[in-house]
């Protein structure tokens, strides 16, 4: 009779073990990349109000990652389930090498956030960069701005003196005199503008500036209602955002150093609707063979497998 006791409680133990197992998720903990720049106002958002971890349920670490080829190797290793934030060119550049990486759906497109700001007001043609020292971060929609650029000149990036470095790095470079000019976006790009500085260019109609959100095929097999959950939590993202704006516009300010004006003003180029549209899917085709004509990739990419769904 004990024995059969002891059974009836070890099986209803087990089934209340698997009944919290089929409540919960397949994961108990959720790694994500937080990069707060150019102006990442649903990243600042989502973190603040620790969205991911209240909508998944899960404690939810953050990987403050900013280099797009750092992103994608973490993504690849392991040690970053969720690329919360990574460039259209980044992605492309994993991909075509062979890495485990689809987007999941878009983060943002602003174009004309990103740009090139020098001292120097001469500096308006692509030929006048010949020779000069550019800073900007690699592998990202910057980069692919200045190859853009210089590209229209039938220049490429071996004409110019090119410093791989963040948007921060880059902007005291140009502050100091180190570098003719810096790519920069978001506040960086706007406080320059404030200081006087010479725009040479931005990204309208060189560059898509898509930013995505991405993760592994094996991740998104493995953890469907991971998947779910995370699009769910991105839903509320985007309605926290519309329910009080300028709570948004406050908060970004105070993460990025700047005015809430400053921070409304430059929301107006920035596009942060999730859906992938048929644009998207040609913005990245278009970066795709960009990317392969400079030789940033050996051989032209076809992006119709690139998308999770």
Do not use: W
């Not at 320059?192 to 991740?219: D, M, P, R």
């Not at 409304?264 to 040609?282: G, H, K």
């Amino acid at each position: 009779m004990k024995k059969y006791v002891s059974l009836m409680i070890a099986l209803l133990i087990a089934l209340s073990l698997a009944s919290a197992l089929a409540d919960g998720l397949s994961v108990d903990h959720l790694t994500v990349t937080y990069v707060t720049s150019p102006l990442n106002v649903p990243s600042i958002v989502e973190k603040e109000n620790g969205i991911f971890s209240s909508v998944l349920g899960i404690p939810v670490d953050y990987a403050e990652i900013t280099s797009g080829a750092d992103q994608t190797q973490a993504l690849a290793s392991g040690d970053v389930q969720l690329l919360y934030a990574v460039g259209g060119t980044s992605v492309i550049l994993s991909a075509a090498n062979g890495a485990d990486i689809k987007v999941l759906n878009m983060y943002s497109r602003a174009p004309e956030a990103f740009c090139m700001y020098s001292k120097d007001e001469t500096l308006t043609t692509p030929e006048s960069l010949r020779g000069k020292v550019i800073a900007g971060p690699a592998g990202t929609n910057l980069h692919e701005l200045l190859v853009a650029y210089l590209n229209t000149a039938g220049m490429t990036i071996d004409d110019v003196q090119y410093v791989s470095m963040g948007i921060p790095d880059a902007k005291a470079a140009l502050d100091g005199g180190s570098a003719d000019v810096a790519l920069l976006g978001g506040a960086a790009a706007y406080n320059a503008s404030l200081q006087g500085y010479h725009l040479v260019a931005n990204g309208k109609g060189l560059i898509k500036a898509i930013i995505a959100v991405a993760v592994t095929k094996e991740f998104a097999d493995a953890h469907p209602d991971v998947i779910a959950k995370i699009t769910e939590a991105q839903e509320k993202i985007t309605s926290t955002i519309d329910a009080d704006p300028e709570a948004a516009y406050a908060l970004t300010a105070t993460y990025l150093d700047l005015s809430t004006d400053a921070v409304r003003e430059m929301t107006t180029a920035y596009d942060f609707s999730l859906a992938i549209s048929e644009d998207d899917v040609n913005g990245f085709q278009k970066t795709a063979d960009f990317m392969a004509a400079s030789e940033m990739i050996d051989a032209p990419y076809d992006v119709s497998g690139l998308f999770l769904n």
